[in-house]
């Protein structure tokens, strides 16, 4: 259920956004204070890349400052599930040849640097987030092939540098996620690896309420 949730956000979220962006000029008039609140709370999705692997995550995100400051900060919450190429032998694959790489839920915290406008409505910013992971799933297939039955660490923690875009009702930017202890195990033979993930490189997309 959760998966089809995630997929179906998944498709929707890049239409919402642009729908938000659309509507921008017409409610963003001048001299409002309703345009640039200090708190905003909106719905989060990244997706990221690396070697055989990839997380797609769903979650909600409050950003703290105003437009104006150079300085804003951000936190929140967020679901990811891990899905990754199937190593084992052919005759073992599943017909997507993909296997089920666990769950995490992933708690972020950000300092962005607001350094220049890009449009009426955009401010471009520089990023770095701090982010700790907890393991809430195990993956299914792979997990027999590594100590204890698991394939995914209890915990994780990482490094987060960011360029993004921000406006009153859309954020949306890039990530290079460097981990100091990587979210899979190694397998016992190290033939059923999900691969090399001490860093990943995504996207997020934040539309604020």
């Known amino acids: 259920m959760m998966r089809k949730l995630l997929f179906l956000i998944w498709l929707v979220m890049p239409f919402a956004a642009w729908a938000q962006w659309r509507s921008m000029p017409a409610w963003q008039s001048k001299g409002s204070s309703d345009n640039d609140p200090m708190v905003m709370v909106g719905l989060h999705h990244t997706g990221d890349f690396y070697n ?9 995100m409050m950003n703290i400052g105003h437009k104006k400051d150079f300085l ?12 990754g190429g199937d190593p084992r032998p052919d005759e073992e694959c599943n017909s997507l040849g993909l296997v089920d790489g666990g769950a995490q839920v992933v708690i972020p ?3 962005k640097l607001q350094l220049f406008s890009t449009s009426k409505w955009t401010k471009f910013y520089i990023g770095c987030s701090g982010e700790f992971g907890i393991r ?3 993956g299914g ?5 590594y100590p204890d039955n698991r394939a995914l660490r209890g915990h994780t923690l990482a490094v987060v540098p960011t360029l993004g875009w921000k406006s009153r009702s859309v954020d949306f930017g890039v990530y290079y996620k460097h981990y100091f202890n990587q979210p899979f195990y190694h397998s016992i033979d190290g033939k059923h690896d999900f691969g090399n993930d001490k860093a990943r490189i995504g996207y997020f ?3 604020f309420f």
């Open 52 to 60: 055989s692997a990839a997380g797609v995550g769903l979650g909600l």
């Open 72 to 83: 804003n900060f951000a936190f929140g919450a967020e679901y990811i599930e891990y899905i």
């Open 109 to 111: 915290a950000t300092l």
């Open 136 to 138: 809430v799933r195990e």
């Open 141 to 145: 297939v792979l997990k027999h092939f």
């Open 205 to 207: 997309l934040t539309c």
